[in-house]
């Protein structure tokens, strides 16, 4: 029993020291849920860890009143437990139509919807956005992330700035 015990805390330390570019090796695959960012207000996303430095995701969210969805790509810098990475990343926020006045969030109603625009019928917006980002992966798989973006609405390439966070499980 006691060399069972030694073993389980052997390798427990062993995953414990292990970089984070082998853990996008050992653990592939993320799902969780975000505030902010490509999805708006909220939403739920995904992650698979291509190599040790690209990642590919895609996401579903809301922003109360309307829809959102989202593909982004990563771009991960060395780290121990933290990595900064750079992200490209492409949205569309989109409803058929909202009887809300004070649309949310602000990025959105002063620089991609036009002053006094009849929101009952409804928008659709479609958005480029390079980030930069911090992601902190426990070996565990639990991985929380931050990220700085700009927005650029395709076609008039209005733009403005926003941030967003989130929570993944890699398995």
Not at 155 to 169: E, I
Request: hydrophobic share 45%; glycine share 12%; aromatic share 16%.
């Amino acid at each position: 029993m006691k060399l069972f015990a030694v073993a389980l805390s052997f390798s427990a330390l062993a995953m414990g020291s292990m970089k984070v570019e082998e853990m996008r090796l050992e653990r592939r695959f993320g799902f969780g849920a975000c505030g902010g960012g490509q999805l708006s207000m909220m939403g739920i996303e995904m992650d698979i860890n291509l190599s040790e430095t690209m990642s590919m995701g895609g996401g579903f969210g809301t922003g109360v009143d309307y829809s959102t969805a989202m593909v982004k790509a990563r771009y991960y810098i060395s780290g121990q437990w933290v990595s900064p990475y750079l992200s490209a990343s492409l949205a569309r926020w989109w409803t058929d139509g909202t009887s809300e006045r004070n649309i949310r969030p602000s990025v959105l109603a002063n620089k991609f919807l036009t002053p006094g625009q009849d929101l009952s019928n409804g928008f659709d917006i479609t958005l480029f956005s390079p980030a930069f980002g911090v992601q902190f992966m426990h070996h565990t798989g639990l991985s929380f992330y931050f990220e700085l973006e700009y927005l650029f609405k395709l076609v008039d390439l209005a733009n403005g700035t926003y941030a967003g966070m989130g929570m993944l499980w890699y398995f």
